[in-house]
């Protein structure tokens, strides 16, 4: 039986990086996370919401005993360019003084939204504080921003998919791509 083509997928101009690429990636930077935290037991900092998928796959390669918390910040609205201001939207459920924390972040553009994480969470006196994020988009970089595990560069282009939106839609594709032009406009 022929598989029915979701029309999501018609918007798609080009898969940068495909499903099987981002599994083997998101279980080798597990494998690492593993290794470096040996004996440790970490919390796991997802960034709402272009985190989730990511989360949800690499937490399923960590094998040490682990906790999850969520953090929500303002980010681009509609459009495809950043405010450059950084907003909280939802906080930590919980301290993370003494813990070993992991933020988890889909992508890095500006670096602005991380540098403000990181400081805000420096405040707050982590055991250790480190950064994986999915997609580095390291041409767009204005603040120098330290991240621990990242899983490919990607150019300077607005990218949707697994867990990345346009306008709140297209989080749900499998692998990461740009949309058609006239998506944009
Ligand atoms: P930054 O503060 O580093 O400029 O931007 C970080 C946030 O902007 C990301 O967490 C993400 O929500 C959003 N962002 C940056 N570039 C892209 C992109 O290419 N596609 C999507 N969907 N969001 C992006």
Redesign the pocket.
């Known amino acids: 039986m022929p598989t029915p083509t979701p029309s999501l997928y018609h918007d798609v101009a080009e898969v940068l990086i495909s499903e099987e690429q981002i599994k083997r990636r998101v279980a080798e930077l597990g494998a690492r996370i593993n290794k470096d935290f040996a004996g440790e037991q970490i919390l796991v900092i997802a ?1 709402l919401k ?2 989730l998928l990511f989360l949800a796959d690499l937490m399923r390669h960590i094998d040490l005993p682990l906790a999850v918390d969520f953090l929500a ?1 303002s ?2 609205g509609t459009g ?1 360019q ?1 405010s450059g201001v ?1 907003r909280i939207l939802k906080d930590l459920d919980e301290p993370i003084e003494h813990r070993h924390v992991i933020i988890v ?10 540098d403000y994480l990181l400081r805000l969470f420096r405040q707050r006196h982590p055991a250790t504080l480190h950064v994986c994020a999915l ?1 580095d ?1 390291r041409d ?1 970089r ?1 603040i120098d921003v330290p991240i621990d595990y990242v899983g490919f560069e ?1 150019p300077d ?4 998919g697994y867990g ?3 306008a709140e839609h297209y989080r749900q594709l499998p692998f990461i791509g740009v949309l058609k032009p006239e998506i944009y406009q």
């Open positions: 960034v272009g985190a910040v980010s681009y495809t950043s950084v972040e889909d992508i890095v553009d500006s670096g602005r939204t991380l997609l988009k767009r204005e990607v282009a607005f990218v949707v990345l939106d346009f």
